[in-house]
């Protein structure tokens, strides 16, 4: 059987106020009040500050500068080198330098040679420059050796057929033969002063050559040593 509506309980208010409120106002007073607890406290300006100036610094380290690789992945160690960069942010080896080639024909050996002048002149065409053992050099045809070749037997020609084209034809002859003579001996003395001054050249390039195997020798045996203390390079 239904109980009578003044026996029935009034339902109890939420989150009730003080007597004398409304209905609903001790929600509204207990809500503002729970907001206002939960509230979160204000920072102090230095510390936003320091926040600012960490993010303003953020972009400038992730971004590469020029010379530095790239940041590797997240879930690299640390002190890893990723890209080929160096723990501390240098590039890494990448390369080695070599040198350029160098023409030997550039190349000149400080030296002392001061030939005669006699046989520079022997050596020289008259009427042009003289000639530089340095710098002049032969083909490998003009080195090549010349045969020796035997002389024709001499015709004896009568008197009376020794007339005008005869002495003519034997003047010309003549003069080829001592141009031809004229310029195998000026071959013969040029290379016979270049061959002084290679000779001279040769011997302080063996010098040259024996200095650097020694220290050849010596960069290697420290080289070894260190293989030997830190490992291979």
């Known amino acids: 059987m239904a109980r009578p509506v003044s026996d029935r309980t009034p339902a109890p ?34 510390c936003l500050l320091k926040e600012k100036e960490r993010k303003a610094a953020l972009p400038a380290a992730t971004t590469p500068g020029p010379g530095l ?33 160098v023409d030997p024909d550039t190349v000149e050996v400080l030296m002392t040679f001061e030939p005669d002048p006699a046989d520079l002149a022997l050596s020289s065409i008259p009427g042009h420059e003289t000639f530089d053992p340095r710098r002049h050099r032969f083909s490998e045809e003009e080195l090549k050796p010349q045969p020796i070749m035997k002389k024709a037997r001499k015709i004896q020609v009568p008197e009376e057929q020794k007339d005008e084209k005869y002495w003519s034809r034997r003047y010309k002859n003549n003069e080829a033969a001592k141009r031809s003579r004229d310029a195998r001996r000026l071959k013969e003395n040029q290379i016979s002063v270049r061959a002084a001054f290679l000779e001279k050249e040769n011997a302080l390039l063996r010098q040259e050559v024996v200095a650097v195997r020694q220290e050849l020798s010596h960069y290697r045996a420290v080289l070894s040593r260190y293989q030997a203390q830190h490992g291979a390079l």
């Open 13 to 46: 208010l939420l989150l009730g106020g003080p007597v004398g409120t409304p209905p609903g106002g001790g929600a509204l007073l207990g809500l503002r009040s729970l907001l206002q607890g939960t509230s979160k406290p204000k920072e102090p300006a230095s």
């Open 69 to 101: 690789e790239t940041a590797g992945p997240a879930d690299a160690p640390a002190g890893a080198v990723v890209g080929g960069g160096s723990p501390r942010g240098r590039p890494g080896l990448t390369s080695r330098d070599t040198p350029s080639p």
